[in-house]
Every structure is written in structure tokens, then in C-alpha cells.
């Protein structure tokens, strides 16, 4: 019998979490960090089995929902309109 792989990479991965989240995240330049910061490394091993990932890392995050506006996407919006879309 072979063994079974659930998952290539996932064994000694290393994910980032801060002292209040309620979630992890898989690169520490996640922009959910900007706020936050107190980042702490961590093996994924160590975080409990149901601990959820960060959805901007998992990519469940929609970035047109953003309740902030970027304001050099408007700008580019201005700049160039009949170039968009
Ligand atoms: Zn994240």
C-alpha cells in the first residue's frame, strides 16, 4: 500500500498570525497586516486544525468589495477612461 500524500507541502509550512487574530495567513505581506502588525511566525502544525485561514491569503477575498476606495485607481480611472475594459 502506498502512502497516501492529503497534502505536498503543508507538513512544515510556516504561516504568519498576530496576537489578535482569529486566523492565519500564508505570506507575511498580506495586506491585512497593515493594521495589525505583531506579526509571529509559526509552524501550521502548531495552530489548531480548525483555525482558518486569512480569505485575502485562502484567495476567497473579493477585492472589488474592498470598503476602501483606492485613490490612484480612480486616478487611473480619470487619466485614461476609454482605455478600461
Ligand atoms: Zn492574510
Not at 507538513?11 to 489578535?20: M, Q, W
Not at 509559526?42 to 484567495?59: E, H, M, N
Amino acid at each position: 500500500m502506498a502512502q497516501k500524500e492529503t497534502s505536498a507541502s503543508a507538513k512544515d509550512e510556516t504561516v504568519f498570525v498576530t496576537v489578535r487574530s482569529d486566523c492565519f495567513h500564508t505570506t507575511p505581506n498580506c495586506s491585512s497586516f497593515n493594521q495589525t502588525g505583531n506579526i509571529q511566525e509559526k509552524p501550521v502544525t502548531a495552530l489548531r486544525d480548525d483555525f482558518p485561514i486569512c480569505k485575502r491569503c485562502s484567495g476567497e477575498y473579493e477585492p472589488s468589495s474592498t470598503p476602501y476606495k483606492s485613490p490612484l485607481r480612480k486616478q487611473l480611472e480619470q487619466l485614461d477612461p476609454d482605455d478600461v475594459g
